[in-house]
């Protein structure tokens, strides 16, 4: 079964440190894996699009990494902000076209 | 201002009630989806369209149904709301000529069924 394992479920960081969110997927075959952020109370945000020849990818403070060997995906969000805090979602396409298998999300709080 | 937006916000309604949500979008997309996030599952796909005129079946549709009678609009009726359809609906919406079909998502609606 085609499934997407996100970790942590949740996550509390200080303002200004890093931090690294996992991804772990089943899905077979693969076309691409998104990150999605959303804030409490609103639709989700894509971060990043990969497809599977793309190692990283970054968009600002925001970098995510793919190993389609392992089928392995990490978010690494540098010197955070609180604006950052939000759910963070895995997403993974089976092939283009097709429905998105979703991972149920990171939930990541950032302090001051 | 191009996007996807969603109708109502929020709404509480007895169980039994028949209740439409909308949703419409502006950036001509052919493919149009509604998903509901539930605490602890994530979202899940209820329907879907590839284009207007056409619909399918996600991953959750029973007591949903959907029509796409053009481009814009994609709305989901539940005929006779049960209290296990509580949830917070998302639809959104993608170009599927695009090369990475990004789903682009509206703000949601917040569905309490007593």
């Known amino acids: 079964k085609n499934q997407v394992e996100q970790s942590p479920q949740s996550l509390i960081i200080l303002e200004g440190k890093n931090c690294t969110l996992q991804?772990?997927?089943?899905?077979?075959?693969?076309?691409?894996l998104r990150w999605y952020k959303q804030d409490t109370g609103r639709g989700p945000v894509s971060l990043t699009i990969?497809?599977?020849?793309?190692n990283t990818k970054s968009n600002g403070r925001y970098t995510a990494t793919l190993d389609a060997d392992t089928k392995q995906s990490s978010l690494h969000i540098t010197a955070s902000q609180l604006s950052d805090s939000a759910s963070y979602i895995c997403v993974v396409s089976e092939k283009a076209g097709t429905a998105l298998i979703f991972g149920k999300g990171t939930t990541l709080s950032v302090s001051s | 201002i191009a996007g996807i937006t969603q109708a109502p916000t929020s709404q509480i309604l007895a169980a039994g009630r028949r209740m439409t949500l909308r949703c419409t979008q502006d950036m001509r997309h052919n493919a149009m989806y509604w998903y509901r996030q539930d605490l602890g599952l994530g979202l899940r796909l209820i329907h879907y369209?590839?284009?207007?005129?056409?619909?399918g079946k996600g991953e959750v549709p029973d007591g949903y149904s959907v029509s796409r009678a053009n481009t814009d609009d994609f709305p989901l009726t539940l005929a006779s709301a049960v209290p296990s359809q509580t949830s917070v609906y998302f639809c959104?919406?993608?170009?599927?000529?695009?090369?990475?079909?990004?789903?682009?998502f509206g703000p949601g609606t917040r569905l309490t069924v007593l």
């Open positions: 990969m497809t599977f020849s793309e």
């Open positions: 369209s590839n284009t207007a005129g056409t619909t």
């Open positions: 991804c772990n997927y089943t899905v077979s075959p693969f076309s691409n």
């Open positions: 959104a919406s993608s170009d599927s000529t695009s090369g990475s079909h990004e789903q682009f």
